[in-house]
């Protein structure tokens, strides 16, 4: 098989792993047309938006996790990538102006050391022999030696472990092999120490599949808070697991199982599973950026965000006594809690504010609807 064989199936693959997308199913960022099938859009640790050549290393694994497409019962073509061969694409594609950077992970191939080593033979060779400077996200397989975590860390702008379930319960369910505690938080903690040591900035970023162990939204913001707060983590993805056990129509027997991300979003449950990742999203801005804390976040008998609204607007539904709010003594993080004004929007209404008081008139020149905010500001 040629090199641009394997690239095929292996940046098709990497799909399943979002990590760098917070939109629906048929938008931009999750589907890519036949000329960039091998490069995702990402937003960068500065905030710029980029494009990355997203590939595994190799698609061979070794473990059992029943979510995921290559778990070594799957029937599928099996290939890796050499270091070189992946350097060479990838510089190819970077100085053809395609791509800025790398998303580079794989399946458990042998040994976790042994693929932790190849992975990072390819970003040796990109950083010393063709002196790539850019972006390189890679992913650190749980359970993988110190020595490896910290070459990691050196070499990659971004690291991650995906946690995958919110606890070890789920996790079991999901996988016997894989080890909560003592594989993926113990290696996410060992990152979060390794990279207080490097010189550059190395982000850590995890992701969770929503859905696939049954677990409920409270189990997955109790974890949130704690990797965000406990872990400095960068960013946490969040990707909905489509099931084929939930479409409606089986396939036949004999045949293989359809991939979750290549299920057509026919049924309403298809389509829930991706508004319950959007709420998820909603809910870890409101974590990282709006000042709420986890046991703020609104949630129904079950433990569930509720599909209907956007979590800010329950929290504000049922908290009457915190408005209307006086927009021109508020501070910051009060005036995020109206609904309709994020971050941008406060910012504005704080600057304005100290050159005249605010009113009707003014307010609007800010780019807000007073008449949706009128019922939850005084002026
Ligand atoms: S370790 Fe990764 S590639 Fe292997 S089965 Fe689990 S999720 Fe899939």
């Known amino acids: 098989m040629d090199t641009e064989q394997k690239l095929n199936i292996l940046t098709d693959s990497s799909k399943y792993d979002l990590a760098c997308s917070c939109r629906m199913k048929d938008e931009p960022g999750r589907l890519r047309g036949q000329a960039g099938r091998w490069i995702y859009p990402a937003v960068l640790p500065d905030g710029r938006k980029t494009f990355l050549l997203k590939v595994l290393q190799s698609n061979k694994c070794i473990n059992d996790c029943k979510y995921c497409p290559f778990n070594d019962s799957r029937d599928i073509e099996r290939v890796t990538l050499e270091s070189s061969e992946l350097a060479n694409v990838f510089m190819e594609l970077f100085h053809a102006g395609r791509v800025e950077g790398l998303f580079l992970s794989s399946g458990v191939n042998s040994s976790v050391d042994k693929t932790m080593e190849k992975m990072l033979d390819t970003v040796r060779i990109l950083r010393n022999r063709h002196k790539f400077r850019g972006f390189i996200h890679l992913k650190i397989i749980p359970g993988c030696s110190d020595e490896a975590i910290c070459q990691a860390v050196h070499l990659a702008t971004r690291v991650s472990v995906n946690i995958e379930a919110p606890n070890a ?211």
């Open 169 to 379: 319960g789920r996790l079991s369910r999901l996988s016997v092999k894989k080890n909560f505690d003592e594989g993926i938080i113990n290696t996410i903690k060992k990152i979060n120490q390794y990279r207080q040591n490097v010189r550059h900035y190395c982000g850590q970023t995890t992701q969770f599949v929503v859905g696939a162990a049954g677990e409920s939204d409270a189990e997955i913001i109790k974890a949130t808070d704690r990797l965000y707060t406990g872990y400095e983590m960068e960013r946490i993805y969040y990707s909905a697991y489509q099931s084929p056990a939930i479409e409606p129509a089986k396939p036949e027997p004999g045949t293989q199982l359809p991939l979750f991300a290549d299920i057509p979003l026919t049924s309403s449950k298809t389509n829930a599973s991706f508004i319950r990742e959007h709420r998820l999203y909603q809910t870890d801005f409101l974590l990282r950026k709006y000042g709420f804390s986890s046991k703020e976040i609104p949630l129904d008998a079950s433990g569930n965000l509720s599909l209907e609204k956007d979590p800010k607007l329950m929290w504000a539904q049922s908290h009457a006594d915190f408005f209307p709010l006086d927009i021109n003594k508020a501070d910051y993080y009060e005036i995020l809690r109206v609904p309709g004004i994020g971050p941008v929007q406060a910012k504005r209404i704080i600057k304005q504010r100290k050159e005249a008081r605010l009113n009707r008139q003014n307010i609007s020149c800010l780019g807000l609807k007073i008449d949706k905010l009128s019922s939850y500001i005084k002026l």
